[in-house]
């Protein structure tokens, strides 16, 4: 049978210039901070992005700088397809209004799953760039995308990331945090993600697939910890919990 989908976020952004938005949402550099892997824009065309073996072209079909832009929406052989939509809007007294569609239509009888790992996925995406954009608007990312092990507990996992943290439980939006000595709060956190954010830094955790923790950080200081770095950090993670069962 499968499963059509549509969603919608709107945030209005005090102090936060439609430049300063459409520099996020269209350009590779502004994309490198809030979003996944790497990216490139030919302004007008398409949308390149680089994941790990996953490198989509996604043609863009609405590109009005400063208001609107569009891209995706190619459907596969199975029917499946998402495409995202970002309307932007200035405000009265420096604010603006950004509004960001995602639709789609996820193919067969086991969409469920996929649907509910997608949807707890957009909502992180769409957090991180409204944080992003309140807090670093105008400032380049360093991406880093760091794999980790394999998860079979997943709540004794969040729960053991939470004590990492300086918690007694898994982490909740709004927490107060130090991630590694840094100070920082959760900015968005549900069953299957976390982001925090520091003075130089989105921090985010994703469950993956198929169950693998996922590390996908954003920096924007000169803190020189690479990919191998933080997928040792996920397994020294991982070890802990282990040890908390025991």
Same mark, same amino acid.
């Given at each position: 049978? +499968?499963?059509?989908?549509?969603?919608?976020?709107?945030?209005?952004?005090?102090?936060?210039?439609?430049?300063? $938005?459409?520099?996020?949402?269209?350009?590779?550099? %502004?994309?490198?901070?809030?979003?996944? #892997?790497?990216?490139?824009?030919?302004? +007008?065309?398409?949308?390149?992005? !680089?994941?790990?073996?996953?490198?989509?072209?996604? &043609?863009?079909?609405?590109?009005?700088?400063?208001?609107?832009?569009?891209?995706?929406?190619?459907?596969?052989?199975? %029917?499946?397809?998402?495409?995202?939509?970002?309307?932007?809007?200035?405000?009265?007294?420096?604010?603006?209004?950004?509004?960001?569609?995602?639709? +789609? *239509?996820?193919?067969?009888?086991?969409?469920?799953?996929?649907?509910? =790992?997608?949807?707890?996925?957009?909502?992180?995406?769409?957090?991180?760039?409204?944080?992003?954009?309140?807090?670093?608007?105008?400032?380049? =990312?360093?991406?880093?995308?760091? &794999?980790?092990?394999? @998860?079979?507990?997943?709540?004794?996992?969040?729960? !053991?990331?939470?004590?990492?943290?300086?918690?007694?439980?898994?982490?909740?939006? +709004?927490?107060?945090?130090?991630?590694?000595?840094? &100070? %920082? $709060?959760?900015?968005?956190?549900?069953?299957?993600?976390?982001?925090?954010?520091?003075? #130089?830094?989105?921090?985010? *955790?994703?469950? #993956?697939?198929?169950?693998? @923790?996922?590390?996908?950080?954003?920096?924007?200081?000169?803190?020189?910890?690479?990919?191998?770095?933080?997928?040792?950090?996920? %397994?020294?993670?991982?070890?802990?919990?282990?040890?908390?069962?025991?």
């Amino acid at each position: 049978m +499968g499963h059509a989908f549509t969603s919608a976020d709107e945030e209005e952004l005090p102090g936060v210039t439609p430049e300063q $938005v459409w520099e996020a949402i269209a350009t590779g550099p %502004g994309i490198d901070s809030w979003f996944m #892997g790497v990216n490139e824009v030919e302004p +007008g065309v398409a949308v390149e992005q !680089a994941f790990g073996a996953y490198r989509p072209r996604h &043609p863009i079909t609405a590109w009005e700088p400063g208001e609107r832009l569009a891209y995706g929406g190619e459907e596969e052989p199975d %029917g499946r397809f998402v495409a995202y939509e970002f309307l932007v809007g200035a405000r009265e007294r420096g604010s603006t209004v950004l509004r960001v569609v995602t639709s +789609g *239509f996820l193919p067969g009888d086991d969409w469920a799953d996929e649907f509910e =790992a997608m949807t707890a996925g957009g909502q992180m995406f769409r957090r991180t760039l409204v944080t992003y954009l309140r807090h670093f608007a105008g400032r380049t =990312a360093r991406p880093l995308t760091a &794999p980790g092990p394999r @998860v079979t507990d997943w709540p004794a996992l969040w729960a !053991a990331l939470g004590r990492r943290l300086g918690l007694d439980r898994a982490a909740r939006t +709004g927490d107060e945090v130090v991630l590694d000595g840094m &100070p %920082g $709060v959760v900015y968005f956190a549900n069953g299957q993600t976390l982001g925090i954010r520091t003075d #130089g830094a989105l921090y985010r *955790f994703f469950r #993956g697939v198929p169950d693998t @923790v996922t590390a996908m950080h954003h920096v924007f200081t000169d803190d020189h910890r690479d990919e191998r770095t933080w997928s040792t950090w996920l %397994g020294d993670l991982l070890v802990a919990t282990t040890r908390s069962e025991n």
